[in-house]
């Protein structure tokens, strides 16, 4: 854990909350991978690499017919220390070139799937008690990579994970500080799907399926009408409960993870992170779109998919006996909605 304020805390997972393009489902314990500070609510972490995506891109991540995409603009401060913003996928490569030229050990990180990558990850410098030592800064123009003798330190180097199949696989961009003789030879894309897109060729996916159905994340007085709707229109659709442990033998999990294809994504992209996207690639046959109803009434409803033989009528609430937990999901799952938290039963907002 990290003795940074808790102010900036707070701002950089809003910032960085404020950029993703799609949460874990709610329903399932949430995984977190790379990330600088604890921005999936509920996991402590000692965090590794920073991880931000880029919603309403005009880039797809791929190379250009005419030439690689050119790197991000690189500033030079008086004290000689340099900063850039969050690059585009495509513009990785060119950007680990140019800070090469410019003295910063730099380093280009493939991204493969399982089959292909043995590296156990890990090695990352966690969360710095000077805040000045972080690699991802807090400015006026809101959050920039600083580089300079305390962010990567002599010894260590600027490790950019990149992936040349994007838009396909893990969404995000993976940047962290690394020792340069512990520099993996690459990282593994745990996306599902991931090899056989890949072995298929088929590229970059063309489009979602035209019997899409787009739908807001439901309110708990919204579910039963939202769910009345979706079954009339065919969907394979579920409630389950979320009920304390003493209330409920079912552990929960079994949702589908992160896919590799986009449109096979539950979640909307962009600006659109809490509205689900229903279709025969988000819900394919076998599989049911299962909505987890809070046991408080005030809370925020779940979504994910799952196989229909794996759905339960209801699922151990794991924040239930930790208030700090309880409030921190109320805090995420508002934010992706863009209404005000309501705190959950005994919990206070800070």
Avoid at 221 to 228: N, S
Avoid at 271 to 286: A, C, D, Y
């Amino acid at each position: 854990m990290t003795n940074r304020p808790r102010a900036f805390e707070e701002r950089l997972r809003a910032a960085l909350l404020a950029r993703l393009p799609e949460v874990a489902p709610a329903p399932t314990p949430t995984r977190v991978r790379r990330y600088g500070v604890p921005l999936a609510v509920g996991v402590a972490t000692a965090a590794v690499v920073a991880v931000m995506a880029l919603p309403g891109s005009t880039h797809n991540g791929t190379r250009p017919a005419d030439g690689p995409a050119g790197a991000p603009e690189i500033r030079k401060d008086p004290d000689g220390s340099l900063r850039f913003k969050m690059p585009e996928p495509g513009e990785i490569p060119a950007l680990v070139d140019a800070l090469k030229k410019l003295g910063v050990p730099a380093a280009l990180v493939p991204k493969r799937p399982p089959s292909q990558c043995s590296a156990p990850g890990g090695g990352y410098r966690g969360p710095q008690t000077d805040r000045e030592a972080e690699v991802l800064q807090e400015s006026t123009d809101g959050f920039v990579f600083k580089v300079d003798a305390k962010t990567v330190p002599p010894g260590h180097s600027l490790a950019f994970e990149w992936a040349e199949y994007h838009p396909l696989g893990e969404k995000g961009i993976g940047v962290g500080v690394i020792e340069t003789s512990k520099v993996p030879s690459c990282a593994v894309d745990h996306s599902e799907g991931l090899e056989e897109l890949l072995k298929s060729g088929s590229g970059a996916p063309t489009g979602e399926p035209a019997d899409t159905i787009r739908v807001p994340v439901p309110t708990v007085d919204e579910l039963p009408e939202l769910v009345r709707r979706l079954q009339t229109q065919g969907v394979n659709v579920a409630v389950t409960e979320k009920k304390a442990k003493a209330e409920c033998p079912h552990v929960g999990g079994g949702y589908r993870g992160p896919q590799a294809d986009p449109e096979a994504e539950l979640r909307g992209r962009g600006r659109e992170p809490s509205t689900l996207k229903i279709n025969s690639k988000t819900v394919p046959p076998g599989y049911t779109l299962v909505f987890s109803k809070p046991a408080d009434p005030r809370g925020q409803v779940g979504a994910g998919v799952k196989e229909t033989s794996k759905v339960t009528p209801c699922e151990i609430d794991y924040s239930a006996g930790d208030p700090e937990r309880a409030r921190l999901n109320a805090e995420l799952q508002s934010k992706l909605r863009g209404t005000p938290a309501t705190p959950p039963a005994g919990t206070s907002p800070r």
